[in-house]
């Protein structure tokens, strides 16, 4: 069985991402949570249940309930890695779809610059990072596998950054407004060979929202609900770098869940308009066009040289900027890709607008590889 | 809507709960997950999606991959505080009633003893916790209030530990297996007056499973699953001891979530025939008998002085031994409080066997004070 169509979203809300060493974690969530009142038109108290997506800012979703006015109904806090915010969609998702609910909300949120946590460097007691690695030195390890297998270089990789950047300066709510070069990506201090600072998202503060009902209040809600058409989540394992089958050009975990949302939503990757991908590196970005089947394995970078990547190529991948230049508050990074894909869809993207996009895709990769997740979303 | 009969329970487990210097959280998850499957009589390729309970283990869902099989699944940490387990619970139960899923796990599980946490003197950043107070002073803080209130003293709390260590010593997974007299309680040193030694609940070690399916498959796997109810879940306030509204002679998180479950079953509190409820101290299980509705506010203390909530009593309650001698290892705790409700109602739970037992309840309460979850089973 499965999600389609039974769940539609009516509204959504980012705050501004970026270094908020000025607001509180409750100021973000705040913003967010009632720009997507604001966008469905809703009260809070048409909210029969919430859901909070974050890694490790230390909130359940108890403390939630005062800045947010969210009294007396659930509140559940999911945590998946950097899959947290998107999973936390999910679960939302199927209790409407179970019909416990008709209108919950869902909040991801992450304070990572006042917080005394690095991001991307500590993922807690991971076994990965127990042996003390790092995410730029595992995805270092996946760019150096990827240019030997393919014989490509570090402008493969650059290319990414300048696309993602581009982008960037469209997305106002974007951690970084700036273009940069290719040749400033590749003269950028190394952080973990061969990546270098351009190929590495950066340290993020921000929260964003959607509002999720059952389809047929989603209509009396507003014309032009996003419907969900596929929720794919899947963990290959906890440790996929440590174990000897782990080809380092690609994630399982990315492939087996866009299998799974691709076939709930009966489309295939020809059949997307634009996707949202987890571009925590530039090397990730590449891999995952490769694992989402927007191109074959081996043509990723490719995929990104021709321009097939950009706005207006063949499927736009991170028209918001992506983790690389919109940012990467860990919990609230899926609920942004939901969040920007609904902008597409409903064609207020601004100077970033796919021309005509009816289907998006939002992906992230997390648990660091082992957790793929992928939502499709279209048009009703 | 709710979840009343779609959804079914086949198989429990859990581990051995207690002091485990010698055993990794891998080796208990193993052994509560395992019992499950044998108890199911299936085998762990036949489970679709897993959710896992913890408030602070430090495991996401992806380090279970290894130790479980199970890969190529989704997986979802759910964490609220001490109903962690129970929320994983609910959240796994609405992703079958949706239809996404026939069969799958739902495992709650934390190590206490050995990884520096200190049980529920710690809540990580809860802001009540952040003013330096810790569960046995906010706890107390409702023992004394709930003294002047009624004007009962000690005794009535000693009456709970009495009874529940009893219940303990026919639970052969329990932590403790030692019958205490009311002498010995009040004796014991005090942690925070009035609550005692024997007041509060131990710090454990341990983990607890079940399996979950939509109800027409849980037919086809057993004759006689055990059919979810009720599944409430609400939280009142992040902070309910800062605000000024908060009489301190209950928990409306619990009455909420009581209000929800038993709505959504059909049933009221006279019809239970046993409750496994969150007696973190001795005086929050009176509180509970109030806010449950097993008796009216203020007879609390006179429910358990007369026997009404001991087995062969009117609705025993915590006939495992309860947290108080079974122990109270976070994220498991929900789980191991369905995995003693099911053994009652498959009159398997030996000495402690409540008779004819048909539909039992089981209630967390988290946050502190803010989250209150509830569960009702039933017999098919």
């Given at each position: 069985?499965?999600?389609?169509?039974?769940?539609?979203?009516?509204?959504?809300?980012?705050?501004?991402?970026?270094?908020?060493?000025?607001?509180?974690?409750?100021?973000?969530?705040?913003?967010?949570?009632?720009?997507?009142?604001?966008?469905?038109?809703?009260?809070?108290?048409?909210?029969?249940?919430?859901?909070?997506?974050?890694?490790?800012?230390?909130?359940?979703?108890?403390?939630?309930?005062?800045?947010?006015k969210l009294y007396d109904i659930p509140i559940t806090r999911v945590e998946n890695y950097c899959?947290?915010?998107?999973?936390?969609?999910?679960?939302?998702?199927?209790?409407?779809?179970?019909?416990?609910?008709?209108?919950?909300?869902?909040?991801?949120?992450?304070?990572?610059?006042?917080?005394?946590?690095?991001?991307?460097?500590?993922?807690?007691?991971?076994?990965?990072?127990?042996?003390?690695?790092?995410?730029?030195?595992?995805?270092?390890?996946?760019?150096?596998?990827?240019?030997?297998?393919?014989?490509?270089?570090?402008?493969?990789?650059?290319?990414?950054?300048?696309?993602?950047?581009?982008?960037g300066t469209m997305s106002p709510k974007a951690h970084f407004q700036m273009e940069v070069s290719e040749e400033q990506v590749l003269a950028a201090p190394l952080i973990c060979s061969?990546?270098?600072?351009?190929?590495?998202?950066?340290?993020?503060?921000?929260?964003?929202?959607?509002?999720?009902?059952?389809?047929?209040?989603?209509?009396s809600i507003r014309p032009d609900p996003?419907?969900?058409?596929?929720?794919g989540l899947a963990v290959t394992s906890g440790e996929p770098y440590l174990k000897p089958g782990f080809a380092y050009t690609g994630f399982p975990a990315t492939r087996r869940a866009a299998e799974s949302a691709y076939e709930q939503a009966g489309v295939t990757p020809k059949d997307l308009d634009l996707a949202e991908v987890h571009d925590c590196f530039t090397i990730t970005e590449i891999l995952n066009y490769e694992d989402l089947g927007l191109c074959a394995p081996g043509e990723g970078w490719r995929y990104v040289a021709e321009g097939r990547a950009s706005i207006g190529g063949e499927v736009p991948v991170n028209p918001s900027g992506g983790l690389k230049s919109f940012g990467h508050p860990i919990g609230a990074t899926g609920?942004?890709?939901?969040?920007?894909?609904?902008?597409?869809?409903?064609h207020k993207a601004g100077a970033r607008q796919v021309k005509d996009a009816e289907i998006?895709?939002?992906?992230?990769?997390?648990g660091p590889g082992a957790v793929g997740c992928v939502t499709v979303l279209a048009n009703a």
């Open positions: 069985m499965n999600i389609r169509d039974r769940v539609a979203v009516v509204g959504v809300g980012c705050s501004k991402f970026g270094e908020h060493y000025d607001r509180s974690l409750e100021d973000l969530v705040v913003e967010a949570a009632f720009e997507a009142y604001r966008d469905a038109r809703i009260e809070p108290a048409r909210i029969e249940a919430a859901w909070v997506g974050t890694l490790e800012s230390g909130y359940s979703g108890t403390a939630l309930a005062d800045p947010l899959a947290s915010g998107m999973d936390a969609f999910r679960n939302a998702c199927m209790a409407v779809a179970a019909g416990m609910y008709e209108c919950v909300l869902v909040l991801g949120f992450e304070k990572l610059r006042d917080s005394g946590r690095r991001g991307l460097g500590t993922f807690g007691t991971h076994p990965v990072v127990g042996y003390g690695t790092t995410a730029p030195s595992l995805f270092a390890m996946a760019a150096n596998r990827y240019f030997k297998t393919y014989g490509v270089t570090k402008d493969a990789l650059a290319k990414v950054a300048v696309k993602n950047h581009h982008n061969p990546l270098g600072l351009f190929d590495c998202c950066p340290t993020t503060d921000g929260a964003a929202a959607a509002i999720v009902c059952r389809t047929d209040v989603a209509r996003i419907l969900v058409k596929g929720l609920v942004r890709m939901i969040y920007e894909v609904c902008q597409q869809l409903w998006g895709l939002a992906h992230n990769l997390g």
